[in-house]
């Protein structure tokens, strides 16, 4: 930036301006949790959805170009060339499970792969948008009749960020399993930044809708990817700020230490590689994010609380008795290499089933979880791991959603989310199941439990800090109150049932 656009800069001036600029420029942020600054809407930032921008020149004057930030556009040698393309030589993309790649000269978000907008590329900005806001686990079967229930994804994002959610920085960090000393300890970053992946590239639907960032080897063309990972990075900060003490305190065996290199990222022109070590302050590489200026841990706390949490806490205490409720998660464990590697959905949907095991009525979508892999053959790390038989975990708290059930529901017990009541409805209508992406629905037979685990819990948060903070304003969750209901998930396929625990 600083030899192509303002080296030629010849008014010493406008020169120095131009240099500060440079100089302080970063990489943005997406905060995906939040409605956008610029549109105050839930969804992608307004310039990501702008085909061209205006750009001025150090003299004043202006042009219009292709916005980068809309899509990639494949080129070579000043020619639009499909990323497959065997001009492309040995950056070519060769893709074999999903050959729609190759011919892609664009990249695309939430596209038909099979419409002719697919190869220069489509941006469903508006699905997107949808998703983020109203996600459709979070509406009745009758979306007219709903009201939009944000801070949904933010309260997961909250839920990272109360105090000692995660037992060790390995669940906070991760989706490799490992033993799962607390309830909590399922949920992790690496979840809610997969599921962002699958959500941006093919949405949650699973109605053979593709693009980019649904798959590993292809993500990182959208330039959207890099403003996820950027704020990806940011959350990571921020936990670090509110966790000093956790930094690798839980590595199974295997797993690299904190100073192995990071290849191939290198720190210097001599090609010393950065190791976990080099790089956990963002601030000794120059950079810091603004909600890390000047504060503190109860400070940051309160601030990500009203950010992320508040909202959503005042829905679920809608229905608590004596500032107390009842927390309800399904812990999942899978496979994610089960299905050679290609990515799938794990849904969760609520709804009657009748005697021949189909829905009797359309089923309300509780949640998902997008597994983000890719064939062990295209990836190194996950090879190893395919023979490894290494597993993944994922979390879904539900309790927002059986609030937003609550208030339609005609059975008392179920009104007021009584516990008995809960657990009893879950246990007739709560199921599973595994979809790829642009695949057929994996049959009960085929999902076994070699593939997922299932395990429902239930526990009570606290309101107020814990015993050596005084502001009582945030509520904690209360991590050993959990327990197993293994009735819910006795005697469905892949359910957790009391003898395994035994």
Not at 436 to 441: A, I, K, T
Request: aromatic share 10%; charged share 25%.
């Amino acid at each position: 930036m600083l030899e192509s656009v303002v080296g030629p800069i010849s008014d010493h001036d406008i020169k120095n301006i131009w240099t500060k600029a440079a100089n302080t420029w970063r990489l943005p942020y997406w905060d995906w949790a939040l409605p956008q600054k610029d549109t105050k809407q839930y969804g992608v930032p307004a310039i990501l959805d702008k085909r061209e921008v205006q750009v001025v020149n150090p003299d004043g004057s202006a042009f219009s170009l292709d916005n980068p930030l809309y899509r990639f556009v494949n080129t070579l040698d000043n020619e639009k060339i499909a990323m497959g393309d065997k001009k492309m030589g040995e950056f070519a993309v060769d893709f074999t499970a999903f050959p729609d790649f190759d011919r892609s000269i664009g990249t695309s978000r939430c596209s038909d792969p099979n419409s002719a907008a697919w190869v220069d590329g489509e941006q469903n900005n508006a699905k997107i948008q949808r998703v983020l806001k109203n996600p459709e686990w979070y509406k009745p079967k009758e979306p007219e009749d709903s009201q939009p229930l944000t801070g949904s994804i933010a309260h997961n994002l909250w839920r990272l960020f109360s105090k000692d959610y995660s037992a060790t920085y390995e669940h906070f960090a991760s989706t490799k399993w490992q033993q799962v000393t607390k309830a909590t300890d399922s949920l992790s970053l690496e979840y809610l930044h997969n599921n962002i992946h699958g959500w941006t590239g093919a949405g949650p639907e699973v109605d053979n809708l593709d693009g980019h960032m649904a798959h590993v080897p292809v993500a990182a063309f959208d330039p959207i990817f890099w403003l996820h990972h950027c704020n990806i990075d940011r959350i990571f900060a921020i936990w670090q700020f509110l966790n000093t003490d956790k930094w690798f305190d839980a590595r199974l065996d295997g797993d690299p230490p904190p100073e192995a290199a990071l290849q191939p990222f290198h720190k210097d022109t001599d090609n010393h590689p950065h190791s976990s070590d080099d790089i956990r302050c963002c601030k000794s590489l120059g950079y810091l994010y603004p909600e890390l200026v000047d504060t503190n841990v109860k400070k940051l706390r309160l601030e990500m609380y009203s950010k992320y949490g508040l909202e959503a806490t005042e829905e679920l205490k809608s229905l608590a008795t004596e500032g107390d409720h009842s927390d309800y998660l399904v812990n999942i464990k899978y496979d994610r290499l089960a299905l050679g590697g290609n990515p799938f959905y794990i849904r969760l949907f609520l709804g009657p089933k009748n005697e021949a095991g189909s829905f009797a009525e359309r089923p309300y979508l509780l949640g998902s979880v997008y597994s983000f892999s890719s064939a062990a053959e295209m990836c190194l790390n996950c090879m190893d791991q395919q023979e490894q038989r290494v597993y993944s975990r994922a979390q879904i708290p539900i309790s927002l959603q059986l609030t937003q059930l609550a208030k339609s529901a005609t059975d008392p017990g179920m009104a007021t989310l009584e516990p008995k009541a809960v657990e009893a409805f879950l246990k007739d209508n709560l199921w599973w199941d595994v979809k790829p992406l642009r695949g057929v629905d994996i049959s009960a037979q085929d999902t076994s439990a070699a593939l997922l685990h299932v395990v429902v819990e239930k526990g009570t948060p606290r309101y107020g800090w814990s015993s050596n903070e005084t502001d009582g304003v945030i509520p904690h969750f209360h991590q050993n109150s959990y327990s197993p209901l293994y009735e819910v998930t006795a005697g469905k396929l892949a359910g957790a049932t009391e003898q395994q625990a035994s």
